[in-house]
Structure formats: structure tokens, C-alpha cells
């Protein structure tokens, strides 16, 4: 009988998702899904490192803010050096590549030595109080390898690591101390929007393409 009550478990809908390991698109990934206690936390592999390095420097989301931040730079001639024309937008376009690129380079090696996942884990069937308050929490906590949540050490010395290292090739307008200061508490508000989209688009992206909610009723995480 217990052979069969654990055939059974196994067949349910969470199981049997929670086993794909499938590439969608970053807004489509409902595979990231918090654990519902440490032990159930698998740390991510050497490939899922690579993989959201490569996802979240030029991923949809990535290129979404690039394209954004690029266009409003441009329009309001920020910084002046590189001009309010298309090679201004490419300039700043390029610009921030490279910062986020370094940033996430160091967020990937740094957090490797130290066991920290940088993936966004989204929540199931929770209020949205709970919700916010999930996007909040994985924006300065990531999961270590004990399956618990712990302060993201990795990702502080990229946000401060990379802004200050960018004022080498920067601008001169904007390559001081207060201005990384400043990209620094912007990147963690661009991170904080990141883990919105992932909390709530695989949700949205349902509704529209009519498709049913692959998680059973019952179950609620954290």
C-alpha cells in the first residue's frame, strides 16, 4: 500500500512538474518555485549558474531595461558626453551592458565560492501581501546550499563591485563616487523589478494564452 501511496505522490501534478527542467523564456519559467522546506531545496548546478548568467545579462528582461533606460538616457541627453542622437542610444546601450555583464559575472563567481543561488524562486497561491513581500526578501536574500535564505554577500560586492570599477571607463560626468552610489541603488531597484516580472508573469501569461494553472489547489508556498 505505501508503494502505492508514493507512485501516487510522485504522478501529482507539483512532482511531475517540479521534475521538468525545461528553457523558456524568463518570463515563462514557473520551474523556480520555493521550496516548501530546506530539504526540498536542490542547489543550483554549474549549468543553471551559466545559464542564468546568460539569462539575466541578455535575457527578455535584460533587454526590456536596456532598451528602456538607453531610450530615457537619451532623451534627456544623460550623460551629455555621448549626444542625444541614435549613437548617444547605442553608447549608453553598450554602457550598460558592460555593467551589467561585470556585475553579473561577479555575482555568478562570487556566489559560486559562497553557495549562493541567484535565482528568483516564486511563490504558489499566496495573497498578495505574501507575494510582495517573497520579491522583497530574494532581493537582498538568495538561498544557500542548507536550503535556507541568507544575506546575498555575492550580489552586494557586485552592485558596489561594479559600479565603482565602472567609473574606469565611464563618462567623466558621471564616473564618481556618488553617481556609483547612486547606480548601485538603482541596480537593486532594477533587481527588485526583475524578481516582480518573475513573480507574477508566468501567472499573467497563463490568463491570457487560457492555459490551467500547472500547480494543484492545495498546495501554497512559503
Known sequence: MSLLTAAAAQSTPLASFEGKQELRSSFERDDDVVPGAPSEYHAITAGGRLEWFARSTVGGTSLVGGLFSSALGTAIDSPSEYGPHWEGFGK??????????????????LGSALGEDPRYFHT??????????????????????????????????????NN????????????????????????????????????????????????????PTDVHRP
Do not use: C
Open 92 to 109: 549608453r546601450y553598450g554602457m550598460r551592458l558592460t555593467g551589467i555583464s561585470t556585475g553579473n559575472a561577479i555575482e555568478a563567481t
Open 124 to 161: 504558489i497561491h499566496r495573497p498578495l501581501g505574501s507575494r510582495a513581500r517573497n520579491i522583497v526578501d530574494l532581493t537582498f536574500r538568495a538561498y544557500r546550499v542548507d536550503g535556507e535564505r541568507h544575506l546575498a554577500y555575492g550580489r552586494y560586492a557586485a552592485a558596489f563591485g
Open 164 to 215: 565603482f570599477l565602472s567609473n574606469s571607463w565611464r563618462a567623466q560626468s558621471e564616473a564618481d563616487w556618488q553617481h556609483a552610489l547612486v547606480r548601485t541603488a538603482e541596480g537593486l531597484g532594477a533587481r527588485a523589478l526583475s524578481n516582480t516580472f518573475r513573480e507574477f508573469m508566468p501567472q499573467v501569461l497563463r490568463k491570457i494564452r487560457r492555459k490551467p494553472d500547472p500547480f
